[in-house]
């Protein structure tokens, strides 16, 4: 058996590691069977109120259960004096390690993929993120997507400001448009959501969230990012069939609310998000010095993301003492300028996965949300952010069954449901309260059209049509 051994250590190169360290990733490699070499949603007719973040770290939750044996470890802790040489100036934190998992074209039940799946959930519960190697074809298009990308954001501002929808939150999103825990983020983004033609029942219907993706007029960037985007599809459904085997449950207990029937797409609110970061002395002055984007949790499943060279992410890992629920109370900010950040740091031909408010909630908080910030380096970043999402239209309920303990939320036995659509609603309100897409929604009263009963049933289609307003 051939096994290979890659650490994030030093990225794009293979790390000079004592023997012994090397011993201790190989065992964790062969305990994968080769697949991995070491290296409550009510209904409401107006937003939520924004939620202070110190009740958010208080928040009542159910215990975590015993954490399960520990596996060999993979994670360098290194003294919170030292820094990686790419870590973003100003910051201090421990260094991630990560083992690379190689993630099969085809999920199948054998006892091989039984044995990845239960490393990938072990990975997830000890440092809240995973590393996998990116196939040939995901490195070619992940490439096109990074010249794409430095494409569109250096077009000049007012082409990129053209790049926006009324309906939809998808398109350009400038530097310091952003906010998080009511500070203005630096990066600067692009995104990719649902593209919903103007002529699309949901859109005439007024659904909040649906519209058109606003692409820049030059052509080619469309069909770079969607490419890219849709083979992310493919590998969120091999990852979330992993995460159900890892967890013990029967196949489609958590794909079902997605909703996608086999189409990438179809069902599920995936979206992607194309960033850039300013080098941390070129800004426009609207943020908090050195930082990127402040600490927040993601909303759905699981977020696959591809970095460039340039380091800038930081991860938490899960906690006992550290509890949360994004969908109940803001988690923005959470523990931002505390000590426990662990730096990420960029390796070339991979991509980190890390899991979503949903996964957190259907697992009764078994897996947990992963919280995480990036930090302004001395030279531009990118990235790219791929979120595999349930359907808009979900109602969930949390897991039963596998090795998701019952007894860990006695509290949320009357628990209602998460509806998704309201939840990424919210968050995007919270984080764009001055764009035209979260004015329109307000000031024409659809938020309450999240309440209706066909904008939560997986499918549905509208039963009337309203008239838009123009704007």
């Known amino acids: 058996m051939k096994i290979s051994v890659r650490t994030t250590g030093l990225p794009l190169c293979r790390a000079a590691l004592p023997s012994r360290a090397v011993r201790t990733m190989a065992t964790a490699a062969v305990a994968a069977a080769t697949h991995v070499s070491s290296g409550s949603s009510s209904p409401m007719s107006m937003p939520p109120r924004l939620f202070n973040v110190r009740a958010a770290q208080n928040a009542r939750l159910p215990a975590q259960p015993a954490s399960p044996p520990r596996q060999p470890t993979t994670t360098t ?9 790419l870590m973003p100036p100003g910051y201090i934190a421990t260094t991630a390690t990560l083992p690379t998992f190689t993630i ?28 996998i190697a990116q196939s ?10 990074m010249a794409a990308s430095k494409q569109f954001f250096a077009l000049p501002p007012e082409k990129k400001a053209a790049c926006v929808d009324e309906r939809s939150y998808g398109g350009y999103i400038a530097s310091g448009e952003e906010v998080t825990d009511g500070i203005a983020d630096y990066s ?12 699309d029942s949901r859109v005439k219907a007024g659904w909040p969230c649906h519209g058109p993706v606003p692409w820049p007029e030059d052509g080619g960037m469309r069909e770079t990012m969607m490419r890219y985007k849709t083979e992310l599809g493919e590998e969120g459904k091999r990852l979330v069939r992993l995460v159900e085997m890892g967890l013990g449950l029967e196949e489609g207990e958590l794909g079902r609310w997605i909703g996608d029937d086999g189409k990438q797409g179809e069902g599920g609110w995936h979206h992607a998000r194309v960033l850039r970061f300013p080098p941390r002395n070129k800004t426009n002055g609207k943020g908090k010095e050195g930082r990127g984007i402040g600490s927040h949790t993601d909303y759905g499943l699981l977020v696959i993301s591809a970095q460039d060279e340039v380091g800038g992410l930081f991860i938490r890992r899960p906690s006992r003492e550290e509890r949360f629920a994004n969908w109940e109370e803001s988690a923005a900010g959470l523990r931002e300028e505390e000590e426990g950040w662990v730096f990420v740091p960029p390796v070339g031909g991979t991509h980190t996965v890390i899991l979503g408010d949903m996964m957190q909630y259907l697992t009764r908080n078994y897996l947990t949300a992963t919280p995480h910030k990036v930090g302004l380096n001395t030279r531009e ?7 595999h999402e349930p359907s808009f239209q979900a109602v969930l309920k949390p897991l039963n069954g596998g090795v998701i303990p019952t007894d860990l939320d006695d509290s949320r036995k009357n628990d209602k449901g998460v509806h998704y659509g309201t939840h990424f609603t919210n968050m995007f309100i919270r984080n764009y309260p001055e764009r035209i897409t979260t004015k329109r929604l307000l000031a024409e009263g659809r938020y309450g059209l999240l309440e209706r009963p066909e904008l939560r049933t997986i499918g549905a289609v509208p039963t009337t049509t309203t008239v838009e307003k123009s704007v």
Do not use: N
């Open 77 to 85: 802790t290194t003294p919170q004096s030292q820094t990686h040489p």
């Open 104 to 131: 099969p074209s085809v999920i199948l039940p054998t006892p091989s993929h039984h044995l990845l799946a239960k490393s990938i959930i072990s990975a997830f519960r000890r440092d809240g993120i995973i590393q």
């Open 136 to 145: 040939p074809l995901q490195q070619r298009l992940c490439k096109e997507a």
């Open 188 to 199: 600067e983004i692009f995104t990719i959501t649902r593209d919903f033609a103007k002529t």
């Open 381 to 387: 970043r990118f990235a790219f952010a791929y979120f």
